[in-house]
T-cell receptor, first 115, second 114 residues
Framework: GAGVSQSPSNKVTEKGKDVELRCDPISGHTALYWYRQSLGQGLEFLIYFQGNSAPDKSGLPSDRFSAERTGGSVSTLTIQRTQQEDSAVYLC?????????????FGDGTRLSIL | GQQLNQSPQSMFIQEGEDVSMNCTSSSIFNTWLWYKQDPGEGPVLLIALYKAGELTSNGRLTAQFGITRKDSFLNISASIPSDVGIYFCAGHALSGAGSYQLTFGKGTKLSVIP
């Protein structure tokens, strides 16, 4: 179907390397969110994009994390100089708009493992 | 920051039994949502609640938005094996510059014994 698509589904990399995770939201959805899910935990908000507005980066854990959204559609989450504590599942969600009555729909995530 | 306390952490039940789980918060939420996550997949929305006191059903699932806006529960009636998974509550509160980040509970892992 035409759900949220994330790639890669799995990524294993060495500590210190940079990684890029991609999210392709549902067509027509203007709001896009990134979350992180550590083993056995709930989801932790990272960053939010809505249309052409400045993103809400309040959840990014350090300046090694950044994200961009080109053309209001595809988003890339970049983690520089990866650390072992960055190992987690990174989930992307999109919604029709940024209002509370438009639920977020999630992709299947990228499972990131830092050796 | 906002935190959601979800309980129980895990449940083992017999097929056909009813299930109840809940979430509480120290602060007010504008919406409550319940998601189910299967292994290797992203969370799937089950029920969304938008008004205090609202009671909503989706098949065998029923959820309520607490009147104080600080809690919600999810009930599953007549459980079946495919109900197995992790159930997350999530709340929506306006924050900062107008964004709508979700705060998640830590999940309830449901196991159904045939």
């Amino acid at each position: 179907g035409a759900g949220v698509s994330q790639s890669p589904s799995n990524k294993v990399t060495e500590k210190g390397k940079d990684v890029e995770l991609r999210c392709d939201p549902i067509s027509g959805h203007t709001a896009l969110y990134w979350y992180r899910q550590s083993l056995g935990q709930g989801l932790e908000f990272l960053i939010y994009f809505q249309g052409n507005s400045a993103p809400d980066k309040s959840g990014l854990p350090s300046d090694r994390f950044s994200a961009e959204r080109t053309g209001g559609s595809v988003s890339t989450l970049t983690i520089q100089r990866t650390q072992q504590e960055d190992s987690a599942v990174y989930l992307c969600a999109s919604s029709l708009g940024g209002t509370v009555n438009q639920p977020q729909h999630f992709g299947d995530g990228t499972r990131l493992s830092i050796l | 920051g906002q935190q959601l306390n979800q309980s129980p952490q895990s449940m083992f039940i017999q097929e056909g039994e009813d299930v109840s789980m809940n979430c509480t918060s120290s602060s007010i939420f504008n919406t409550w949502l319940w998601y189910k996550q299967d292994p290797g997949e992203g969370p799937v929305l089950l029920i969304a609640l938008y008004k205090a006191g609202e009671l909503t059903s989706n098949g065998r699932l029923t959820a309520q938005f607490g009147i104080t806006r600080k809690d919600s529960f999810l009930n599953i009636s007549a459980s079946i094996p495919s109900d197995v998974g992790i159930y997350f509550c999530a709340g929506h509160a306006l924050s900062g510059a107008g964004s709508y980040q979700l705060t998640f509970g830590k999940g309830t892992k449901l196991s159904v014994i045939p």
